[in-house]
């Protein structure tokens, strides 16, 4: 057994090029290599549902779910992409979180990872499941989380351009320009780095002033006022923790990253270059550990005001995301949702491939590594046995090549609970779970 390792901050270089090391197992002692692995979790969303033509249909390949179930089951064209991937892949069907079935169909977008219930005209959600996860794993990393979309910010309440939601339920802004996310979680020159280290003091300073103020302000409030300044510090605490934490990293130098490894200047006007630069985006920071937990929106569900509303027709294909959805069952419709539903699980494929085949410890990053992909509608406005897929995970006690169908007894919240136990993020429930999902165990 080695005595040795590797230090954390060593590079590869040669020919003008200089990329970071993954996680190596010699990056920690021989006896605690193992340990030492991290374990991960990815949530992707897209909108609007997929093609479901029936079983006896002349389009009836373009179904995105499988053909048969259990192991004995077969990808349809929709899903091909991942057949030699299907080792370590589980469809699942039957699906949906109960609180959605009421809502509007362009609304559940909002509730995908946090299977909360919208009640009132206050819109109130609740904490996702990547940020119950960051409140346990995130001090491991230099970011918490990463959090992604095709059309960044936070949107509007039920039409969020955003999957994560804090503890008080408030969406969390995604990113969206590829150079933007490089530069967060790999840039930084010696000038910007001072300037940083001014702000975070400067800010620290202000915040103790804010929350010294407060104490005294408090106690001259009623009870109304007092809940109002009670969830605005609660804001402010947040920002804190932030300062706290990004001081705490100033001094450990980013992981240094060939910028030539992601399609910085990829854009939305060219959907393939733009979701595989997003994907890579969050392939290099696993790689090179700098979080651990992320989520990306592929597309929000309001229609034509939206960045990816027209990604179809930047790839060819006539009409638009939210035309084609709606065009599902009409002459020819199943056949060209299909097409457009193929498309995103290539790049899906993309990604898990990425994954699978880069090693880690025994295995792969996959099979540390949990990727939950799918929607929250079946058809469009049909918030029923949403169409989803988890995979990697191997290491941590996931099986696979299996699909697997479900009635409305069994909530997704059943498989949040498995996923976050499986990253050692310990919960007994998740809003309305009734218990583990034990069939995508082994």
């Known amino acids: ?3 040795w390792h590797l230090h954390r901050r060593i590079f590869l ?6 990329l970071a090391l993954p996680l190596l197992e010699s990056m920690a002692p021989a006896a605690t290599a193992a340990q030492a692995l991290p374990k991960r979790m990815c949530c992707v969303y897209f909108p609007f549902g997929v093609s479901l033509p029936p079983a006896d249909h002349d389009e009836a390949n373009w179904n995105w779910f499988p053909r048969g179930e259990g192991r004995d089951f077969g990808f349809t064209s929709t899903l091909e992409s991942l057949e030699p991937l299907r080792e370590h892949v589980t469809v699942l069907s039957g699906l949906s979180h109960p609180h959605g079935h ?3 169909g362009h609304d559940t977008g909002d509730i995908f990872l946090t299977a909360a219930p919208f009640k009132g005209s206050r819109f109130g959600n609740s904490i996702s499941i990547d940020q119950v996860a960051a409140a346990t794993m995130g001090h491991a990393t230099r970011l918490p989380s990463l959090t992604l979309s095709s059309d960044g910010g936070v949107g509007e309440p039920t039409r969020s351009t955003t999957l994560s939601f ?3 339920g408030r969406p969390i802004p995604a990113l969206a320009n590829p150079a933007q996310i490089f530069s967060r979680l790999f840039g930084d020159d010696d000038d910007a780095l001072e300037m940083r280290r001014r702000r975070l003091s400067s800010s620290a300073s202000m915040l103790d002033l804010v929350l010294d103020h407060s104490r005294s302000l408090q106690r001259k409030l009623g009870k109304q006022d007092q809940e109002k300044l009670d969830e605005y510090l609660s804001s402010v605490r947040a920002v804190e923790q932030r300062v706290e934490r990004s001081q705490r990293w100033l001094e450990i130098p980013k992981p240094e990253v060939d910028p030539g490894a992601v399609n910085l200047d990829a854009s939305p006007k060219g959907p393939e270059e733009y979701i595989r630069a997003m994907y890579d985006l969050i392939f290099l920071a696993f790689q090179t550990d700098t979080m651990r937990l992320a989520t990306y929106m592929l597309g929000q569900v309001a229609g034509a005001t939206t960045v990816a509303n027209s990604f179809p ?3 060819g294909l006539s009409g638009n995301w939210h035309g084609l959805a709606h065009g599902a069952g009409k002459k020819g419709g199943y056949a060209k949702l299909g097409r457009f539903d193929q498309f995103l699980a290539q790049q899906l494929s993309y990604f898990l491939n990425r994954l699978a085949e880069t090693p880690e410890g025994d295995g792969s990053m996959l099979d540390r590594t949990l990727v939950l992909y799918g929607s929250s509608n079946s058809r469009t406005h049909n918030n029923h046995n949403y169409p989803l897929l988890l995979a990697g995970g191997k290491q941590l006690g996931f099986q696979h090549n299996q699909h697997l ?7 997704l919240s059943n498989l949040f609970v498995t996923m976050l136990n499986a990253i050692d993020v310990p919960t007994a429930g998740f809003v309305d ?3 583990e999902m034990t069939e995508v165990m082994s």
């Open 1 to 3: 057994m080695k005595s």
């Open 13 to 18: 270089r040669g020919t003008g090029v200089t």
């Open 102 to 104: 009421k809502m509007g």
């Open 166 to 168: 804090s503890d008080r």
């Open 313 to 315: 027709a930047c790839i």
């Open 405 to 411: 169908r479900f009635t409305e007894k069994t909530p």
């Open 433 to 435: 779970s009734t218990g």
